[in-house]
């Protein structure tokens, strides 16, 4: 009995392997053979921001990461954003608490998760900050992408609340959020945060966009 049991697992073992390493590692945008991951051009073709808050501008490869993490949850594109933005912060003071900005349940049921508590939670193991659940999104929203600044704003306008028993008084925080169009769902973000108290928020994300 014992034996067949190492047999089968010996078997399995070697079989994992074999689908491993038969299968071609390629460039998550181009499909170009390469490491795991994004290749270096497609890396290079990202086009920059200078600000501390934003890695990049929506467009390209770095808007098509984001679109499979965040809308085919793939969560190898998760990764690679993930190792982007902790560039931004990887001097940041321990002082700092890493937290999100809130989906409504709506959207949470159909995308399955927050990609922004996902890249909070990885960024908090990976640099050692803490990390904590501070906005719940208490009131359902349109979707910002079909309206104007104005629009936006108004859209958003006290749908986010501080969660129970969450004290945030006196503290520092890293606001996560993907991607900045206008700003008005940061900024109403940062309004809460301070309204209950936090001393101090820093804003990072991963893309800025325009209209
Ligand atoms: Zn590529």
């Given at each position: 009995m014992g034996r067949r049991i190492f047999k089968l697992l010996d078997y399995l073992k070697e079989s994992v392997l074999q689908i491993l390493f038969s299968y071609p590692s390629t460039c998550i945008i181009c499909q170009e053979e390469e490491?795991?991951?994004?290749?270096?051009?497609?890396?290079?073709?990202?086009?920059?921001?200078?600000e501390d808050e934003y890695?990049?501008?929506y467009k390209g490869a770095l808007k098509e990461l984001i679109h499979l993490f965040k809308f085919k949850k793939d969560f190898l594109a998760g990764e690679i954003l993930v190792d982007m933005l902790e560039t931004k912060i990887s001097n940041i003071s321990k002082e700092y608490i890493l937290t999100y900005i809130p989906i409504g349940k709506k959207s949470k049921k159909t995308r399955g998760f927050n990609q922004c508590e996902y890249i909070a939670k990885l960024l908090s193991k990976r640099l050692d900050l803490n990390y904590m659940e501070t906005l719940i999104k208490s009131k359902e929203t349109k979707t910002q992408k079909e309206l104007s600044k104005n629009?936006?704003?108004?859209?958003?306008?006290?749908?986010?609340?501080?969660?129970?028993?969450?004290?945030?008084?006196?503290?520092?925080?890293?606001?996560?959020?993907?991607?900045?169009?206008?700003?008005?769902?940061?900024?109403?973000?940062i309004k809460i945060l301070k309204e209950n108290g936090a001393k101090k928020i820093k804003i990072l994300t991963i893309a800025k966009s325009r209209i």
């Open positions: 490491e795991e991951g994004i290749c270096k051009s497609c890396l290079r073709s990202i086009k920059l921001c200078t890695y990049g501008y629009e936006r704003r108004e859209n958003i306008k006290d749908s986010f609340s501080i969660r129970d028993k969450c004290d945030i008084k006196g503290k520092k925080f890293i606001l996560i959020d993907d991607v900045v169009t206008t700003g008005a769902t940061i900024e109403e973000g």
